[in-house]
């Protein structure tokens, strides 16, 4: 897992993350992914809703990363299920959650996921030569 002088060397290099960086987003083992796009602006109880992460991504071959729904949104009934971000991932994230609790406001900027990022061996195919069906994503892709 990287730290948070690895993930800003990284940053620096203009990977990890390099659109819409905010050195306030940053903690000792992560990044918190502000709401870029969003299809609701309040979340009612049993709703789902999509956003993406304001911020562009751009994973190099060797880091793979994982989310994890910041603790304050869970305690209030908002569920997700993430999936790893694959090496040589670039665009925005779109993420889905599910409100099982009271209604909730979204804007854009808001701290919403925190995204923690894991070094790996290269692959042999990194995920733009192997699927890249969300390569370059921009806002919300439904596809």
């Known amino acids: 897992m990287l730290n948070d002088k690895e993930i800003l060397y990284y ?6 993350i390099s659109g819409n960086y905010n050195p306030d987003c940053l903690t000792p083992n992560g990044y918190d992914l502000r709401v870029g796009e969003h299809t609701v602006d ?8 999509f956003i993406s992460s304001f911020e562009k991504l751009d994973l190099p071959n060797n880091i793979v990363a994982s989310l994890y729904i910041k603790s304050r949104y869970a305690r209030h009934g908002i569920f997700s299920s993430f999936g790893f971000v694959d090496a040589g991932f670039s665009g925005n994230l779109t993420m889905a959650f599910y409100n099982f609790g009271n209604s909730l406001q979204i804007h854009s900027g808001l701290k919403f996921v925190q995204i923690v990022f894991y070094e790996i061996s290269s692959p042999e195919k990194n995920y733009a030569t192997r699927s890249g069906n969300y390569q370059n994503s921009n806002g919300i892709n439904r596809q």
């Open 42 to 49: 309040t979340v009612e109880r049993n709703q789902l809703f």
């Open 11 to 16: 940053v620096e290099k203009q990977q990890l």
